[in-house]
């Protein structure tokens, strides 16, 4: 996630949450490890990135990243989940083991004479 942030002024706990909607339960949070963003005057703009990993969504449905600096809510922004496709049997089967397949069979060798 990329944040640009201004009108700041001294050090301020930033983190992120994703919330789902249906339960608004929190599902992901960065609040223990805040990074520290300091801000020597409220004209400077800061540009942080925090990298949100790992298998967190785990229904489908309507869920809210939200950023928070010391606290407070400052931004945020919903997004949508979406089912996984249902598997498709003619890309999702494992390949023919070797010699089930006539294209994997080598051609009769001729005699020489």
Do not use: C
Request: net charge negative; hydrophobic share 35%.
């Amino acid at each position: 996630m990329l944040a640009t942030l201004t009108n700041g002024l001294g050090d301020h706990a930033i983190w992120v949450e994703i919330e789902y909607e249906g339960s608004g339960r929190s599902v992901f949070s960065t609040a223990r490890q805040p990074r520290i963003i300091g801000f020597p005057s409220p004209v400077i703009m800061r540009e942080i990135i925090i990298t949100i990993g790992g298998p967190l969504l785990m229904e489908p449905g309507r869920y809210w990243l939200k950023l928070y600096a010391s606290g407070t809510l400052v931004a945020q922004r919903p997004f949508t989940a979406l089912a996984p496709p249902p598997p498709n049997p003619a890309v999702d089967a494992p390949p023919p083991e070797r010699g089930e397949d006539e294209r994997d069979r080598a051609p009769p060798q001729k005699e020489s004479s």
